[in-house]
């Protein structure tokens, strides 16, 4: 029997956890890539705190009315603030939140929502909407990354013997041969049931690099062929490094298809600064590749910057506004995760002086310029001036973390030859604040 009730002001309920899925390139599962919850397997590269260290897949259908996603589902619908949703909660990734998102897409579904969940928390109610990511496959090395989400980082790792079994169990034999074998036996399985069964509602194509797998353009051209194209709704983070594939053009063969998309093209920086920071970028490339997209876009949301600001990045958001106001397009504008001290690369590892005179220098020049397709950098600007910083957050620890990650960030460089294209210390050398901060680390 039915005992909950609709809660007016109900803040926390996220049509999430009813209509998707999320699964990480080393198949942990979560009801989307931005929740925090305990991970089953190994720590993801969002930290959960786990102490897991075995392997443990699960199924989707073990997953989606497992005993975690029912107390999911229950206190959403008793209007409590859950912990697994910090991310949006506290706007720690950006000020555009996932669950504004998913209730803006799937709000029509709120009356099946209360008819179709059980008093245990388990729903009725198919996955129509899945994000998942088939491997790390990916051809850039992004400064702010890492192995887990990019096969070329983890190569590097292992080339340089730079990983542990013990502090990256998902690398070693034979858990890294079982979460392949997972992915190809389980993982597409599922996701080729749904496409078949014309289940689907939305897809979110990231990675790794999705435009990398093959599964993108094999389930893409299907579900043209099957004629449910103009009931899905499409979207992609991408590096925008490659657009054809086998013949087959991502804009003209299959977006031209489908309901609507929208493409998050990464780009941090323009030029030689880009490039530093999305190592395997051609700056000039990702441009074209940008503009043929734009050539084909019906509204200014199907072709947005997704810039992700980092230290040296500062430097460039002015660039990045011209660019956003040049093709009419929306910046979708968020922060390094620093869910733990040593992230050099983010600009709340600087101190709260620099951080809020650079803010500001940089809100003078965009606030005024700005519309609504760069709403979302100013807002992100203006909560970098509240949001707690690295020594804020930290105050015993910091010091040393912050030392450690620009020793990390020196190795990375050596390991990639900076000097024969520029170095990060070249690049900060623009702003004398910036280049004495990195210097007084040690």
């Not at 669950?99 to 059980?118: A, M, P, V």
């Not at 996955?127 to 190569?155: I, P, Q, T």
């Not at 041969?177 to 194509?205: G, P």
Request: charged fraction near 30%; glycine fraction near 4%.
């Amino acid at each position: 029997m039915q005992v909950f009730k609709r809660k007016d002001g109900n803040k926390t309920l996220c049509m999430a956890p009813w209509t998707h899925t999320y699964l990480s390139p080393q198949t942990e599962r979560r009801m989307c890539c931005a929740s925090t919850e305990k991970a089953t397997s190994f720590k993801q590269y969002i930290d959960t705190g786990s102490e897991a260290k075995e392997y443990n897949p699960k199924t989707l259908d073990q997953h989606w009315n497992s005993e975690h996603m029912k107390s999911v589902r229950r206190r959403m619908m008793a209007g409590e603030e859950l912990p697994e949703c910090q991310v949006c909660n506290n706007k720690l990734l950006n000020t555009d939140v996932y669950r504004t998102y998913f209730n803006s897409l799937f709000g029509h579904k709120e009356e099946d929502l209360w008819r179709l969940t059980n008093a245990d928390g388990s729903t009725e109610m198919p996955v129509v909407s899945f994000d998942y990511r088939f491997s790390n496959l990916c051809n850039f090395k992004c400064r702010m990354c890492g192995d887990m989400l990019s096969s070329s980082w983890e190569a590097e790792q292992r080339k340089n013997e730079m990983w542990s079994p013990w502090a990256k169990p998902w690398m070693a034999e034979p858990v890294r041969s079982k979460i392949k074998d997972f992915q190809e036996d389980q993982v597409e399985k599922e996701f080729a049931r749904a496409v078949d069964n014309h289940l689907i509602e939305e897809i979110y194509w990231v990675g790794g690099e999705p435009l990398m797998y093959e599964q993108h353009w094999k389930y893409m051209k299907q579900i043209v062929d099957n004629g449910d194209a103009d009931k899905v709704y499409v979207r992609y983070n991408t590096n925008l490094s490659r657009t054809k594939y086998k013949g087959i053009d991502l804009y003209k063969d299959l977006l031209v298809h489908f309901k609507d998309w929208q493409i998050c093209a990464s780009i941090d920086g323009t030029g030689t600064t880009g490039e530093w920071i999305r190592d395997g970028l051609n700056y000039e490339k990702w441009l074209q590749n940008f503009k043929d997209g734009v050539a084909i876009k019906r509204h200014s949301r199907q072709m947005r910057l997704d810039v992700t600001l980092t230290t040296p990045g500062l430097l460039e958001v002015k660039n990045l506004f011209r660019l956003s106001k040049r093709f009419n397009v929306e910046m979708l504008t968020k922060v390094v995760f620093t869910f733990s001290p040593d992230i050099v690369l983010s600009p709340l590892a600087l101190p709260r002086n620099i951080l809020n005179e650079i803010v500001d220098e940089l809100l003078d020049f965009i606030e005024p310029r700005a519309d609504k397709n760069q709403q979302s950098l100013v807002d992100v600007l203006k909560n970098l001036k509240t949001r707690p910083n690295i020594e804020e957050t930290w105050p015993d620890t910091y010091k040393n973390q912050l030392q450690e990650g620009k020793i990390y960030q020196e190795d990375i460089g050596r390991l990639r030859k900076d000097y024969k294209k520029i170095t990060l210390p070249q690049i900060l050398s623009e702003d004398d604040r910036l280049i004495d901060w990195w210097d007084s680390l040690g």
